[in-house]
Each structure stands twice: as structure tokens, then as C-alpha cells.
């Protein structure tokens, strides 16, 4: 089955403890994505990646670090949370550009930072 | 003003009812997406169009390029068709899209 997944779906954590949000598709997707989503804000895209190690800065990347090793995955890390990063957080993926081809994202993550 | 503006943001039916969603852009486009957020959080694409109109079940998208203007509509709507849905549009000549605040759809029986 054609599928995105992230974990964990749901993390409570304390400002300052670095944690990492996994994210893989299995569709061999070249375009990877991460957006957070706040209300009244709608989705706000972090990083993304066009292909293995080629990774560029969305809209909201401060306090985010990615990393493109595997075509498959692309983690999202936070290396020093604060409580401005409580979001519910999604990965996407695509085939070839993000406009212009059908997006799959995955179940979402919901971080609290405490 | 947002580059993506959808209406109404909230909007209630009774069941049955023919219902319509709105998106404006204010960018040039390569491609505009509908998306459907059920409540638990899980977003899936309904459709991606650049021009005309399609169709799938009771959902019809339809685009107007030169009024950059997008309509989902949902014919005899259900209760299952609650749900938030939201506008993007691929900004045309990068690889990102801008997303819609969205519009929260609630269906009574």
C-alpha cells in the first residue's frame, strides 16, 4: 500500500530536549515536505527536499533541521524545542515538483512542548 | 491579504444539500489542489486541476484562470462529508505550494 508514515503520532516533551519526527514513503518520491498546521494559519511549509541530500527552506524553518539520506526518509529534527513549536506537524510527498503533482501526506504528528 | 482566500470558513448543512467552497489566488499558478482534513487529523488530496473542471463521486472542482478562481462542490452532501477542506495552489515556476486557512464543513443529518 502506497503510504506516508510518521512517528510518533503523538509527543509531549519539555523545552530544550532534542527529539526527531521520522517521516518515509514508499512510493519512491523524489519531493519530501514538512508543514506545520495552526489554527487560524492554516499549513505552513518548514523544509523541503527535491531529492537525497538536496534540502531548502520553506516559509517557518526556525528551530528546524532536516536531513535527506535516503530517498525514503526525511526526518524532522528539533534541536532545542520551545513551547512556539507546539504544532501538529505534516509530511508530504510527491512525484517530481510539489505544485504540480498530487500530494500524500502522512497521519500527522501532534507535539506539545512544554 | 493572504496570497490564498477561501469562503465561507465555516459552513453547516443539512444533509442532502448542494454545497459550494471557494478559493482565490492572488499568484501565478502551475496547478490548484483541493484537500480534505478529516477531524483526527489526516489530510488526502482530492484533486489537482489547472484549468476546467473534474469530477469524482459527488465532488466537482472546478478552476477559472483568468478570475484565478476555484469552486468544490458537493452534491447531495452527507454527514461523512464533514470536514475541513482547504485550498493550495502550486506557485507557478517554484516547488512549494500556499495553502488556504480553510473551510470547516459540518453536515447534519
Known amino acids: 500500500e502506497a503510504q506516508v508514515t510518521q512517528n510518533p503520532r503523538y509527543l509531549i516533551t519539555v523545552t530544550g530536549k532534542k527529539l526527531t519526527v521520522t517521516c518515509s514513503q514508499n512510493?519512491?518520491?523524489?519531493?519530501m515536505s514538512w508543514y506545520r498546521q495552526d489554527p487560524g494559519l492554516g499549513l505552513r511549509q518548514i523544509y523541503y527536499?527535491?531529492?537525497?541530500?538536496?534540502?531548502d527552506k520553506g516559509d517557518v524553518p526556525e528551530g528546524y533541521k532536516v536531513s535527506r539520506k535516503e530517498k525514503r526518509n526525511f526526518p524532522l529534527i528539533l534541536e532545542s524545542p520551545s513551547p512556539n513549536q507546539t504544532s501538529l506537524y505534516f509530511c508530504?510527498?510527491?512525484?517530481?515538483?510539489?505544485?504540480?503533482?498530487?500530494?500524500?501526506f502522512g497521519p500527522g504528528t501532534r507535539l506539545t512542548v512544554l | 491579504k493572504n496570497e490564498v482566500e477561501q469562503s465561507p470558513q465555516n459552513l453547516t448543512a443539512q444533509e442532502g444539500e448542494f454545497i459550494t467552497i471557494n478559493c482565490s489566488y492572488s499568484?501565478?499558478?502551475?496547478?490548484l489542489h483541493w484537500l480534505q482534513q478529516h477531524p483526527g487529523g489526516g489530510i488526502v488530496s482530492l484533486f489537482m486541476?489547472?484549468?476546467g473542471k473534474k469530477k469524482h463521486g459527488r465532488l466537482i472542482a472546478t478552476i477559472n484562470i483568468q478570475e484565478k478562481h476555484s469552486s468544490l462542490h458537493i452534491t447531495a452532501s452527507h454527514p461523512r462529508d464533514s470536514a475541513v477542506y482547504i485550498c493550495?495552489?502550486?506557485?507557478?515556476?517554484?516547488?512549494?505550494?500556499?495553502f488556504g486557512t480553510g473551510t470547516r464543513l459540518q453536515v447534519f443529518p
Open positions: 508530504a510527498s510527491t512525484r517530481g515538483g510539489a505544485g504540480y503533482n498530487e500530494q500524500f
Open positions: 512510493m519512491n518520491h523524489e519531493y
Open positions: 527536499s527535491m531529492n537525497v541530500e538536496v534540502t
Open positions: 499568484v501565478g499558478i502551475s496547478a
Open positions: 486541476l489547472s484549468s
Open positions: 493550495a495552489v502550486g506557485r507557478y515556476n517554484t516547488d512549494k505550494l500556499i
